[in-house]
């Protein structure tokens, strides 16, 4: 069976048994220009959840999503390798069309994103973002592209530079993992891994599996 991940094997009584897993710092816009390229695999380490797990380059654990299949629908929690919360992604209530607003932390107070999907059949766009809670077309930060079914997407800035991606993943001998294992390609000078890894969680609730 082919490795969703390069270097080691991980089962979820590791995951739970490990005291402290590895910690990785998570660089902010303009510290970095190199990309971070990361593995996504759509799925929880915990049982009777839904999710996603994600490695780096080294195959060390850098996020994870756990998502009780019963739990609030309308809240994603967004953890480091540790369990600690770094984003909570919450529905945006009393709004027009399906739009989210994205956390620090587990707080509710100052968003630091605002996601709302694209109602425009003809536009290529797939959803816009915002800083805060202000999703006018003149407060845009990044606008994404593509298709998140066929794990072919693209976050521009607000200058069309290309600050992150979402492109399958191969294996070695070019076996395909088909759409539960992809990657996440990320710039961080232009734009946060962890917000990064946000609009990825979001895309997959507006246009994967996840949507209801």
């Not at 536009?123 to 072919?152: D, F, T, W």
Request: aromatic fraction near 8%; include cysteine; hydrophobic fraction near 40%.
């Amino acid at each position: 069976m082919t490795r969703v991940f390069p270097n080691a094997s991980f089962t979820i009584g590791d995951a739970i048994s490990e005291k402290q897993p590895p910690q990785h710092k998570l660089l902010p816009a303009g510290e970095a220009s190199e990309e971070t390229i990361l593995t996504v695999w759509k799925k929880s380490l915990l049982f009777n959840c839904n999710g996603f797990t994600v490695f780096d380059s080294k195959g060390d654990l850098v996020f994870r999503v756990d998502n009780y299949m019963d739990g609030n629908k309308g809240e994603i929690l967004l953890m480091d390798a540790s369990g600690n919360p770094l984003l909570t992604i919450r529905r945006k209530k009393m709004s027009l069309g399906d739009s989210w607003l994205v956390y620090e932390g587990e707080s509710m107070e100052k968003p630091r994103l605002c996601v709302k999907k694209s109602v425009n059949i003809l536009s290529k766009c797939l959803a816009y973002v915002s800083s805060g809670n202000n999703n006018s077309r003149n407060n845009i930060m990044y606008e994404i592209e593509g298709s998140y079914s066929q794990r072919n997407c693209a976050v521009f800035d607000d200058k069309r530079r290309l600050v992150a991606e979402i492109k399958r993943k191969e294996a070695v001998g070019g076996v395909a993992f088909g759409t539960d294992v992809f990657r996440l390609i990320v710039r961080p000078g232009y734009i946060t891994t962890d917000s990064a890894m946000a609009l990825l969680i979001l895309l997959d609730q507006m246009f994967g599996s996840s949507r209801r």
